[in-house]
């Protein structure tokens, strides 16, 4: 986290779930951060990553990820863009590298102009498909 970015004072506990969004292997929400914190032994008041997470937000050094599911999940802003894999066994979402789809700033057959896209593949995870 950068130092006094647009005020932002870097303290442990925002390091600790910035941390944490940023090494996850896909966008998490605010329950899995809890989770993750409390598999380290850093546990942390649910009121307190809501807090810092908005605070994050504000700053732009995490972006929202939503899917089907309705669920605010968080990643990281710096990361190229990518799309999902959401598993329906766990829940658990995946990033996937790279791009499926290439499409980024062109001009659909019908005149649409592209900006962005974004694409989830969903369906059974590895973990959960070699468990099974």
Do not use: W
């Not at 970015?5 to 870097?10: F, N, V």
């Not at 504000?58 to 802003?77: F, M």
């Amino acid at each position: 986290m950068k130092e006094n970015h647009i005020g932002l004072r870097k303290t442990k506990q925002r390091e600790l779930i910035l941390n944490v969004i940023s090494s996850a292997p896909g966008p998490v929400s605010v329950n899995e951060i809890a989770q993750l914190l409390e598999d380290c032994d850093k546990s942390t008041g649910i009121a307190t990553i809501y807090r810092t997470v908005n605070l994050l937000l504000d700053n732009e050094l995490i972006q929202c990820v939503r899917l089907h599911d309705a669920v605010q999940r968080y990643e990281p802003t710096n990361i190229p863009h990518h799309h999902h894999f959401h598993c329906s066994q766990c829940d658990k979402v995946y990033d996937l590298e790279g791009c499926y789809l290439h499409l980024h700033e062109s001009t659909l057959k019908e005149g649409h102009q592209v900006n962005s896209h974004e694409i989830t593949f969903r369906g059974i995870c590895k973990d959960c498909k070699e468990s099974s």
